[in-house]
């Protein structure tokens, strides 16, 4: 009996140990599987944080190169706005030049000077204060020009309102009213006949122009044209 009994005392103990050992291991497994996946959630979540560093490194990567990039087409885009102002400038100022060298030889220029020593012919020296007139021989090259050089010094015209310079190759009138201008040529002769500036005609009011095969000059009461070797006259 007693036998009996410990047999199964025996066997309800090593069953109540497998029971403990199973208990035991799968307690040990859970604790496993726990870790395993806290050590997999952590391994996901320094991965991710990685993943955002590199990109916000790369982000401000992008912004700098990006920045550079604005910077230096500002910086081009102002030195190609100060050079085209520069060019724009010089351009300018030659225009401006080119504007005052054709205003001066279009109308009635303004001398560098307004007195001048310059040798006549005969070798005198002669003093030219008269501005408009000294301005008018400048056009023309001075005594180097076809004008060639003076014959004496400026004088009074007959009616008082006028001053003259007599050149080699033509004369120069002056008034208040009419400015400097040359006559010479055929023009200056038929002007000749007229009476000069005391004619019907007056003072010469511009140089000579030769377009379409004729050349006029114009006048204060009309015009003289010279053309296929003849003269007209044409009054206002």
């Given at each position: 009996m007693n036998t009996q009994f410990r047999k199964i005392a025996v066997a309800a103990v090593a069953v109540a140990a497998t029971a403990s050992v199973a208990t035991a291991c799968s307690q040990a497994k859970d604790a496993a599987s726990n870790a395993t996946a806290a050590a997999g959630s952590a391994a996901g979540q320094a991965t991710a944080a990685a993943g955002s560093a590199a990109n916000k490194a790369t982000e401000a990567a992008g912004s700098a190169v990006n920045g550079a990039k604005s910077a230096g087409n500002s910086a081009g885009a102002e030195a190609s706005g100060a050079a085209g102002s520069g060019a724009a400038g010089a351009s300018g100022a030659a225009e401006s030049g080119a504007a005052g060298a054709s205003g001066a030889a279009g109308g009635e220029a303004k001398p560098a000077v307004t007195s001048t020593e310059i040798k006549s012919e005969s070798g005198q020296a002669l003093s030219i204060t008269?501005?408009?007139?000294?301005?008018?021989?400048?056009?023309?090259?001075?005594?180097?020009?076809?004008?060639?050089?003076?014959?004496?010094?400026?004088?009074?015209?007959?009616?008082?309102?006028?001053?003259?310079?007599?050149?080699?190759?033509?004369?120069?009138?002056?008034?208040?009213?009419?400015?400097?201008?040359?006559?010479?040529?055929?023009?200056?002769?038929?002007?000749?006949?007229?009476?000069h500036e005391a004619g019907k005609l007056g003072y010469p009011t511009g140089d000579e122009v030769d377009a379409d095969g004729a050349i006029t000059q114009k006048f204060q009461g009309g015009e003289i044209t010279f053309k296929g070797g003849e003269t007209t006259v044409t009054y206002n």
């Amino acid at each position: 009996m007693n036998t009996q009994f410990r047999k199964i005392a025996v066997a309800a103990v090593a069953v109540a140990a497998t029971a403990s050992v199973a208990t035991a291991c799968s307690q040990a497994k859970d604790a496993a599987s726990n870790a395993t996946a806290a050590a997999g959630s952590a391994a996901g979540q320094a991965t991710a944080a990685a993943g955002s560093a590199a990109n916000k490194a790369t982000e401000a990567a992008g912004s700098a190169v990006n920045g550079a990039k604005s910077a230096g087409n500002s910086a081009g885009a102002e030195a190609s706005g100060a050079a085209g102002s520069g060019a724009a400038g010089a351009s300018g100022a030659a225009e401006s030049g080119a504007a005052g060298a054709s205003g001066a030889a279009g109308g009635e220029a303004k001398p560098a000077v307004t007195s001048t020593e310059i040798k006549s012919e005969s070798g005198q020296a002669l003093s030219i204060t008269n501005a408009p007139i000294l301005a008018e021989y400048a056009k023309y090259g001075y005594a180097e020009g076809h004008l060639g050089a003076p014959q004496g010094a400026v004088w009074t015209t007959p009616d008082g309102k006028g001053k003259a310079l007599t050149l080699k190759g033509g004369t120069i009138y002056w008034s208040e009213g009419s400015g400097a201008h040359v006559v010479h040529g055929e023009i200056g002769d038929k002007w000749g006949t007229l009476k000069h500036e005391a004619g019907k005609l007056g003072y010469p009011t511009g140089d000579e122009v030769d377009a379409d095969g004729a050349i006029t000059q114009k006048f204060q009461g009309g015009e003289i044209t010279f053309k296929g070797g003849e003269t007209t006259v044409t009054y206002n």
